[in-house]
Every structure is written in structure tokens, then in C-alpha cells.
């Protein structure tokens, strides 16, 4: 900085142009933004005129200090312009979200004369927000010969799954056989941001066997792959190629939040203590995770060794909080955690955190105030807030309110089918069999169907699913058969079937028959059977576990010693000794 203080202007005009180049970057390593403005006002001063890379050069040190308007100011001054100082102008404008000034630059450089080159293209296609956007310069790239570079092809791949076309991206990965794994990191990415887990293990697997070895990057993707897809046993395979790197913030947070969602604790605790470094995405993740996993009086436990480290909550954090204390009954703490978030760590409450606060309230049976909180907040609630509401009166048995709150949803969402579905198991729930009638004439007219409850497990390579009176199973008759057996046994232990749960209009015996082929239940049946000795049963569902199934989990847990997990749509039940990691309040 001192010399860059002390340069006489005399010595700058006598410099070499490469000496210009080394203080240009000596400026960038510095921060010193004011001492490269003087170079710039060194260089243009007498009229004298830089050669084109210095002035590029010059245009790259505005954008890093993301002094834009002095880009713009020295790039319209320019007497002459590369494909360099387009593609300079046009990133920076991307970096600063104005995707729309990029674009006509884009267009101007090639009325200018200018052919873009890779780079440019890598650029551009970031500000590409609609398909047709993202068609045409596709079609661009193709003009130009650029559709088969790497770095083009990887972008139109990432701007394809951005704008929702995941097929058009794909197809561009399967054009050519490519050598880079950029190209493997986007398909695979793209993959697992959009949700469909399979295609990106699918090729993450294909890359592996193509000779790639795995980096960061993807291995990244992978393990958020099996995070939506909850593949607890690919994950864990994945795990084994990050051993093979440092330790990396980015990798660890993402191993992290795999084994919080995919119900395995212990190893979620192991990798969390052995974290080198940890940020609030760390903490925040692991307190979700325990409090998902029916353990919130731990979570809060971390919450407060959080802040002892130091670590500052964010938006995130505290909704993992208040979950935690939806999902244990503490209502004061809930309350006192909601009230404090904005005094105390600066966190305006967000429409997450209004909505745990009405689930607190719901699950607790408090729902006068629920509904008193609902009409009191800052802003209008939405359809979430209003379901939530409407979860906790079939839980407390209000039908009135549940008939209320499904009214203030289809205002909102005119066409919800699963509000009139939850509406009339809610009527059926009563007994109320002719508004149940109503509800399902009403559905059927305008064509909504129930969506069946549906359990599913991966058993080697093979997921099996079991849906309530579904007996399609290859397995079936062993199944029925294992089901007697664990039936019998814990109807020793006093277990009666518990037949308010059958929503329809049936005799003690029907009603029995049904509740006995619950998808659950026959989950964990084909789990006993096929699970190895030591190893937990592990089933996912589609909708909340019914009271009877729960019951059922439990004492089979107790009578076979065995760990069985259950996630739901919200959160997990860890069965074990005859006990429910949710203390039954679910």
C-alpha cells in the first residue's frame, strides 16, 4: 500500500504496460480500491490511451470491488472491445442479480461484431430464467459451435433444471460422452435439487463406474440425493468416499443433515462431535434432527451450548426450536422462545414460526387460543397456518372448529383436496355419518380421490410398499402369517385393536379385519421377516401413523427386542422396549 502511495505519476507513464498489470493486481490483493482508481486516472491522464488488456484488466478490478457504475463509466469510454470485456460486463451484472442488463448486453455484443466464447456463455445462461430464455441461447450455442464445450454443456444442463426442464437437461448430458466431471457434477446436482433422488444416485453410480473419481462437489449432490429419498444405506455408502478428503464444512454439513433425516442419531452425533469447524447451519441442523427425532429436550440442550459457543442463531435455528417444543407439550418454553427471538438474536418471527406456534398450541388441546393467536398475527394467515389448525381439531376431536378452518382453506385454495379429505375422516371420526356422506358425494363429484395410506422399506436393493387392504405382495400369505403371529403374542400383553381409528361405517368385526392390513403393520411384519438380527426395521410413510398402528409398533418392539423406526410426513417414531421416542404425543 505504501508503494502504491509513494508511485510518482512521471515513473507510471514510463512503465511498462506489464507493470501496470502487476500494480493492477497488487490493488486486488490489497483491497486498495482508491490506489487503483489512481492507476486508472495515471493511464487515461494526457490522453493517453491503455492498450485493450489493461483496460480489461481495469474493468475486471471495478467488478471485484463491485464498483459497477465505474465499470460502466470506463467500458463505455472503451474505443474498442474484446469478447474479454463484454463477458466481464456481462458476469458482473449477473453477480448483482440484474439478469436483464446482461441479456442486452449480450445482444449488443454481437451487434457489435463480437462472437462470444465459452465464457460467455457459462455467464449468460446464469441469467436465464424462463425455458424460452434458456432455448435461445441454447440455440445460440449451437450457431456458434459451443454446444459441445464442457463448461457450455454443464451450464445449459444447470439452467435447464433450474427453469424446471429436467428431461432437456438430461438429454444435454447424454449428447456427447464427456470426459470432465463439471459436466457430471451438474446432471447429478440438477437431479438431486429437483427432488428425483433415484436419477442422480443412478448416475451418481454410473459416474463411479466410468472411472471419475467423486469430489466434493458431487458427493455433495449425492448425499442430498439420499437425504430426499431418506437412503440411509447409500448414504452411508457415499459417507465412505468423503473419507477419502479433509475435512470440509460444506461436505460435513450435508452428512450431517443425511443422518438427521434419515432417522440415524447416533451416527448424526458421532459426526457432528467430530466436526473440526461448525457454523450455524451445523447447529441449526443437528437441533432439527433431534427434535424430528422425538428427542427436543436435547435439542434444546444444544440450543443453549450454541450460544455458550458463541455460534448466533438464525431464522432457521429457531424454527427447529419451536418444533422442539411443539413436538414435547412445552408450551411456556415455546412461548418465552418466540417473544425473545427478536429482542435477543434479532430474528423478525416468519410465517415457519407463527405456524410451529399454532401447532404448540394445537397439539396441547389449547385451540381458543390457537385460533385467538391466529386472528392476532402481524400478518394474513395462509393455508398452511389455517391446516395446521385444522391437524389439531381431528387430533382433539372439534368438529366445528375443523369445519371453520377448512372453510378459511378453501377460500384461500379453492381446489385442496386433501382439506375436504382430512375434513370428512374428521366427520367420520364423530360418527358424523351424514356429513361424512356429503363430504364424499361433494368429493366424488368433483372428482377428488383419497390418497391411500401407503408404508414403504428398502430391503437389499428393492423398495416394497404395503397399502392399507392391498394384498398384490409376492409375499403376501408369509406376511398374513407373521402378522398372526406378532398379533397373538402381544394380545398377551393385553393389546385389543383400537377400532375408532376405521373411518367408516362398519361392524366391530369388519372394522378389526381392517385395521389389521394397515400398511404399518404389514411393514413391520415383512420387516421381521426379513431384517437381519441387531439391524433396525426402518419404514417410511406417506401420512400420520394411526394410534392403533402406534400402539401396535410398540409392543411388537418390546415382545421381538427390536428397534423399529417410522418416519412420517413430519417427524420420526423410534420404537424400542415398548416405548415411543415421541413419549406418545404425536
Given at each position: 500500500m ?36 489512481r ?21 475486471g ?24 470485456s ?36 457459462s ?18 450455442a449451437?450457431?456458434h ?13 444447470d ?14 448430458f ?5 470426459g ?31 472411472g471419475?473419481?467423486a ?11 439420499c ?32 443422518y ?6 447416533e ?22 434432527g ?62 415457519e414460526?407463527?405456524g ?11 385451540l ?47 381446489g ?70 406378532l398379533?397373538?403374542?402381544i ?49 417410511m410413510?406417506?401420512?400420520r ?12 418392539s ?16 423410534h ?12
Amino acid at each position: 500500500m505504501a508503494a502504491l502511495e509513494t508511485i510518482d505519476s512521471r515513473c507510471l507513464h514510463a512503465a511498462d504496460p506489464i507493470d501496470y498489470l502487476h500494480l493492477i493486481k497488487l490493488c486486488l490483493s490489497a483491497g486498495a480500491a482508491d490506489a487503483g482508481r489512481r492507476i486508472h486516472r495515471h493511464l487515461t491522464s494526457a490522453g493517453y490511451l491503455p492498450v485493450l488488456f489493461l483496460s480489461n484488466s481495469l474493468l475486471g478490478m471495478y467488478v471485484r470491488f463491485g464498483l459497477i457504475g465505474d465499470a460502466r463509466q470506463l467500458f463505455g469510454d472503451l474505443p474498442h472491445r474484446n469478447v474479454v470485456s463484454w463477458t466481464t460486463m456481462i458476469s458482473a451484472f449477473i453477480d448483482i442479480e440484474l439478469g436483464r442488463e446482461a441479456l442486452e448486453f449480450f445482444v449488443w455484443m454481437q451487434r457489435d461484431g463480437i462472437r462470444p466464447n465459452m465464457f460467455t456463455f457459462s455467464s449468460i445462461l446464469r441469467a436465464c430464467d424462463t425455458l424460452k430464455a434458456v432455448w435461445a441461447m441454447h440455440c445460440c450455442a449451437i450457431k456458434h459451435g459451443l454446444d459441445s464445450d464442457d463448461f457450455v454443456r454443464s451450464s445449459l444442463i444447470d439452467a435447464y433444471f433450474r427453469c424446471g426442464d429436467s428431461e432437456s437437461g438430461h438429454l444435454v448430458f447424454n449428447e456427447i460422452i464427456t470426459g470432465d466431471l463439471v459436466v457430471w457434477n451438474s446432471v447429478i446436482g440438477g437431479f438431486a435439487q429437483t427432488g428425483n433422488g433415484h436419477e442422480a444416485l443412478k448416475l451418481f453410480r454410473q459416474m463411479k463406474r466410468a472411472g471419475f473419481l467423486a469430489k466434493q462437489a458431487t458427493i455433495t449432490s449425492a448425499l442430498r440425493a439420499c437425504t430426499g429419498m431418506v437412503f440411509l444405506e447409500m448414504g452411508q455408502q457415499v459417507h465412505g468416499h468423503l473419507l477419502k478428503y479433509k475435512p470440509d464444512l460444506i461436505l460435513n454439513n450435508a452428512l450431517l443433515d443425511m443422518y438427521c433425516k434419515c432417522g440415524s442419531l447416533e451416527e448424526a452425533e458421532v459426526n457432528f462431535e467430530r466436526m473440526p469447524e461448525k457454523d450455524v447451519i451445523s447447529w441449526s441442523t443437528m437441533i432439527s434432527g433431534l427434535a424430528q427425532n422425538g428427542r427436543s429436550l436435547e435439542a434444546l440442550r444444544l440450543f443453549d451450548l450454541m450460544k455458550a459457543e458463541g455460534a448466533k442463531p438464525n431464522y432457521i435455528t429457531m424454527v427447529g426450536i419451536l418444533f422442539a417444543c411443539s413436538h414435547a407439550g412445552l408450551v411456556e418454553d415455546g412461548w418465552y422462545y418466540f417473544r425473545s427471538m427478536n429482542q435477543l438474536f434479532d430474528i423478525e418471527p416468519g410465517s415457519e414460526h407463527y405456524g410451529c406456534m399454532v401447532d404448540l398450541l394445537g397439539r396441547a388441546g389449547k385451540l381458543a387460543e390457537a385460533v385467538k393467536f391466529i386472528h392476532e398475527m402481524e400478518f394474513k394467515p395462509d393455508a398452511i397456518i389455517w391446516r395446521t389448525l385444522l391437524g389439531a381439531c381431528r387430533v382433539h376431536k372439534n368438529v366445528s372448529l375443523a369445519a371453520y378452518a377448512a372453510q378459511e382453506i378453501l377460500k384461500l385454495e379453492p381446489g385442496d383436496e386433501g382439506t375436504c379429505i382430512l375434513l370428512s375422516n374428521i366427520y367420520a371420526d364423530a360418527k358424523q355419518w351424514s356429513d361424512v356422506e356429503q363430504m364424499r358425494k361433494m368429493m366424488r363429484d368433483r372428482g377428488i380421490r383419497k390418497e391411500p395410506g401407503r408404508s414403504w422399506m428398502d430391503v437389499g436393493k428393492e423398495t416394497h410398499v404395503f397399502i392399507a387392504g392391498d394384498f398384490s405382495h409376492a409375499q403376501m400369505k408369509g406376511i398374513g402369517r407373521e402378522l398372526e403371529r406378532l398379533i397373538s403374542k402381544i394380545s398377551n400383553m393385553g393389546y385389543v385393536p383400537d377400532t375408532e381409528f376405521v373411518l367408516h361405517d362398519l361392524g366391530r368385526e369388519q372394522k378389526e379385519e381392517s385395521i389389521r392390513y394397515h400398511g404399518e403393520k404389514m411393514a413391520i411384519a415383512f420387516g421381521m421377516m426379513n431384517s437381519t438380527s441387531g439391524k433396525p426395521i426402518r419404514i417410511m410413510k406417506n401420512l400420520r401413523i394411526c394410534g392403533d398402528c402406534h400402539a401396535f409398533a410398540k409392543l411388537v418392539s418390546r415382545t421381538e427386542g427390536k428397534l423399529i423406526v417410522i418416519r412420517d410426513p413430519v417427524r420420526f417414531h423410534h420404537f424400542q422396549d415398548g416405548a415411543c421416542s415421541c413419549g406418545d404425543y404425536w
